[in-house]
């Protein structure tokens, strides 16, 4: 008779849920990502405009000019602080997921744990019948000589 874990359909189930929270785990660490590198490249594109436009002013240049370039600035600068308000409710989403996904571990690993144990009962029990077979074998065999 083979190993039978009568709470295997509740193991597969919470290992589908593990695997769902760490998905979407992993789905909230990519678009953090992704904003950090949007965040990044602004900061860039910021820095790079500020020096521009320290170059545009040794220079004659139109008033028309320098109000463009500092509203350009001021645009990019706006979108990346959008962007890191935007990364602070990613970081809260992303602490929550965490949650989820070690709650789902947790839940996975004890149910691991419980069918191992069971697993190693099972085999205990299993070489302790077998052993006593060969020792009734040994025994009727003894008792006919």
């Given amino acids: 008779m083979a190993f039978r874990f009568p709470l295997a359909t509740v193991l597969r189930f919470r290992q589908s849920i593990e695997k769902r929270e760490e998905l ?3 789905r909230v660490l990519v678009e953090i990502a992704q904003y950090i590198r949007k965040i990044e490249k602004l900061s860039a594109r910021i820095a ?14 139109s008033a028309f000019q ?8 001021q645009i990019a600068a ?4 959008l ?4 990364l602070a409710s990613l970081e809260q989403k992303r602490i929550k997921q965490m949650a989820a996904y070690q709650a789902a571990l ?17 085999k205990v029990e299993r070489e302790r019948a077998q052993q006593k077979q060969v020792d009734d074998i040994f025994a009727a065999r003894a008792h006919r000589s």
């Fill in 66 to 73: 320098l109000q463009s370039m500092l509203s350009e600035i």
């Fill in 48 to 61: 790079e405009a500020h020096q521009m436009r320290e170059e545009t002013l040794r220079q004659p240049t």
């Fill in 24 to 26: 979407a785990l992993q």
């Fill in 78 to 81: 706006e979108r990346r602080r």
């Fill in 106 to 122: 947790q839940d996975r690993r004890t149910l691991s744990e419980l069918e191992g144990r069971r697993r190693e009962d099972y």
């Fill in 83 to 86: 962007l890191i308000d935007s």
